[in-house]
Structure formats: C-alpha cells, structure tokens
C-alpha cells in the first residue's frame, strides 16, 4: 500500500533537488578537506539517497 501519491512524491523531489545544487555551489566556496566542505559533503550524500528513494518509489508506481 502506497502511503504517498505520485504527486505527493513528485512536490518532495523539487526541494531535494533545490538542496543539493545549493549545497555544491556553496562547498566550491571551502577547501576540500576543511569541516565546512566535509559538512557539506555528507548532506550532497543524505540529499542524494534521500532523492533516490523518492525517485525509485515513483518509478515503482509508473
């Protein structure tokens, strides 16, 4: 059983998306290695997983 509709799940992608452009244009601005690029890279990751997931399940409801 489905709990989001393929809008529903279409709405969340666009912020997730929104948040790994920004997160990569902001971590050109630091130093590979510094805690602020580091930070930024672990959520680059979350951000990617999380819009796999969302990416996948609107795949499964074609």
């Known amino acids: ?3 989001y509709t393929n809008e529903e799940l279409t709405e969340a992608l666009r912020p997730v998306v929104s948040i790994i ?3 990569e244009k ?3 601005k630091f130093d590979e ?3 602020h690029y580091r930070r ?3 959520l680059i990751k ?3 997983s999380a ?5 996948e399940q609107l795949t499964l409801m074609e």
């Not at 819009?51 to 990416?55: F, G, T, W």
């Open 1 to 3: 059983m489905n709990k």
């Open 21 to 23: 452009s920004k997160c």
């Open 26 to 28: 902001a971590q050109v």
């Open 33 to 35: 290695g510094t805690s």
């Open 40 to 42: 930024l890279e672990n």
């Open 46 to 48: 979350a951000t990617d």
């Open 51 to 55: 819009k796999a997931l969302i990416e």
